[in-house]
Structure formats: structure tokens, C-alpha cells
């Protein structure tokens, strides 16, 4: 019987620098591309969601879509190729037991989606979150 070991926890500071590291990526957009965001997003204009590269995604963090499509939480991001191009795989989370194909997509690696601060604050230690959400 093979006795798997849990993975050992991410230290905070490296938590932190990758909050920090999706907090920047989201502040350095183009102002118009962040303008599309408020604008279609009702949740980043409240700012209770921001735009985070897929890069920067991980498990655990809640996508919001902005119409009609349900909202979805990353189980699974890989670095893959498409069509001899750089990607990230993202893979959702399953929304209930009869949910036996939750899928995924292929973006980008520089692509965003909108991901919630709540979310967020179950991803990463709320104590480490030092850096303001861009409006």
C-alpha cells in the first residue's frame, strides 16, 4: 500500500509575493483594458474582484463571468503548448456530484480573468495581503 506524504505548506512570504505578483500584473494592464473590466464587470467596479493574468492563477480561486455563464473555481493550471504557441490549461473545479466533465479552456499566457477577492483571501493569507486592489 503505497503512503502518500501531504505536500509541505507554502511559506507566507511566498504567498505574498505572489499576490503581490498578480496585484502588479492587474496595475500595469493598459488603462483601457482596465477600463473594459469596470465597465463589464460590475464586481471589479465594486472592487470585490480583480483581473488576474492566468499565469498567475491557482486552485481555489473563484472566476466570475460577466454574462450568462456560471462562475467557476480553478482546480488544476498547467503550462502546455497550442499550436506551437505558449499557453496556460486551466481546469475547473466540479460544481456538484452529477458534474462528471467540469472541463476547462486553454488561454494565453498573458490572458485575464476575473477572479474574487474572497476567493483570493482563501488562497492566500488574508494576514499577508499588504498591497491595495487597483480601482
Known amino acids: 500500500m503505497a503512503c502518500h506524504a ?3 505548506p ?3 512570504l511566498d504567498l505574498l509575493d505572489a499576490y503581490v505578483a498578480l496585484v502588479r500584473a492587474t496595475q500595469q494592464m493598459p488603462q483601457t483594458l482596465l477600463s473594459f473590466f469596470v ?6 467596479a465594486d472592487q470585490t474582484a480583480i483581473p488576474v493574468r492566468v ?4 486552485p481555489g480561486m473563484r472566476v466570475i ?3 450568462r455563464l456560471e462562475d467557476r473555481t480553478v482546480s488544476l493550471v498547467t503550462e502546455t503548448t497550442a499550436d506551437a504557441q505558449p499557453c496556460i490549461s486551466v481546469r475547473w473545479a466540479k460544481t456538484g456530484p452529477d458534474d462528471f466533465h467540469p472541463g476547462g479552456a486553454l488561454y494565453p499566457a498573458d490572458y485575464f480573468l476575473v477572479v474574487t477577492l474572497d476567493s483570493l483571501d482563501a488562497v492566500f493569507d488574508p494576514a499577508a495581503r499588504r498591497t491595495e486592489v487597483p480601482a
Open 65 to 67: 463571468a460577466a454574462e
Open 6 to 8: 501531504a505536500a509541505p
Open 10 to 12: 507554502t511559506p507566507r
Open 55 to 58: 499565469d498567475h492563477l491557482r
Open 39 to 44: 465597465e463589464t464587470y460590475q464586481a471589479v
